[in-house]
Nanobody, 126 residues
Framework: QVQLVESGGGLVQAGGSLRLSCAASGRTFSTSRYSMAWFRQAPGKDREFVGGILWDGRSTIGADSVKGRFTISRDNAKNTMYLQMNTLTPEDTAVYSC?????????????????WGQGTQVTVTS
């Protein structure tokens, strides 16, 4: 089993920045090739893909809506993935969740992910 815990959410003004963290734990996590991703769900909307990162951190993919503003990284020594969010807008307000899949390749869709965190709220005020 793998447990994922997000942190770093909060309230920020438009134009500001936040960095989210996703800490992973579990007996198999450190010995397996897990690719990971961030998703978000705004009120009244479906959960959407934000970005993903390969198991070794060498490659990332991102949604068009966040390209140039959000950056995904990971530190496998700490079993932690990060989401640096810059130039935030009220449209970025959502619950942000991290996910992991027991595959070495990235994916953009929810069913491809095996483990999920509980999420952390990000609220951007105008």
């Amino acid at each position: 089993q793998v447990q994922l815990v997000e942190s770093g959410g909060g309230l920020v003004q438009a134009g500001g920045s936040l960095r989210l963290s996703c800490a992973a734990s579990g007996r198999t996590f450190s010995t397996s090739r897990y690719s990971m991703a961030w998703f978000r769900q705004a009120p009244g909307k479906d959960r959407e893909f934000v970005g993903g990162i390969l198991w070794d951190g060498r490659s990332t993919i991102g949604a068009d809506s966040v390209k140039g503003r959000f950056t995904i990284s990971r530190d496998n020594a700490k079993n932690t993935m990060y989401l640096q969010m810059n130039t935030l807008t009220p449209e970025d307000t959502a619950v942000y969740s991290c996910a992991a899949r027991l595959k070495s390749t990235m994916a953009r869709i929810i069913p491809r992910y095996d483990y999920w965190g509980q999420g952390t709220q990000v609220t951007v005020t105008s």
